[in-house]
């Protein structure tokens, strides 16, 4: 059925239940396992005391900054799909996309033929003013998607 599975946490309780889920379903299906986090772009606009842009966001502290960041949601990831029986699984970390960019394109460069993702149950109103990452990869992505809840 599935081969491989590409699962995005951002390290929220609940993205770790959709982990969790997904990789319950690797393992009894023998899938290869991709773990993604996003890092979403740095604010356009910060600036400093003088007016001008401060440009952490195209310095090398930055990127380490995102990536150790990244790094402490994707090695417990990581360690947690090894222990629930997953031992081929890779973990990838997307530097300066929005969330459904990153998913979506990891997804494809992995060939993933299913994506397991959470959903923050927003509805109405809030869900018009403040989108939806998970709605916006279910309405673009041309794979499966197995949304948790």
């Given at each position: ?17 959709g982990l969790q889920k997904g990789l319950e379903l690797a393992a009894q ?81 992995c060939n993933s033929d299913l994506l397991v993702m959470t959903s923050h149950?927003?509805?109405g109103v809030t869900r018009v003013l403040l989108g939806s990452q998970t ?15």
């Open positions: 059925m599935y081969k491989r599975i590409l699962i995005a946490t951002d390290g929220s309780e609940l993205a770790v239940k299906l023998g899938a290869h396992v991709d773990i993604v986090n996003v890092s979403e772009p740095w604010a356009i606009g910060m600036y400093d005391a003088m007016g001008w842009s401060a440009g952490y966001e195209a310095s090398a502290e930055y990127r380490q900054d995102r990536e150790t960041a990244a790094q402490k949601i994707l090695q417990p990831a990581l360690e947690t799909a090894r222990a629930a029986g997953v031992s081929d699984v890779l973990g990838h970390h997307v530097l300066d996309r929005y969330a459904a960019d990153g998913i979506i394109e990891t997804a494809a460069a149950g927003r509805r709605a916006e990869v279910l309405a673009r992505s041309t794979v499966p998607v197995l949304v948790i809840r």
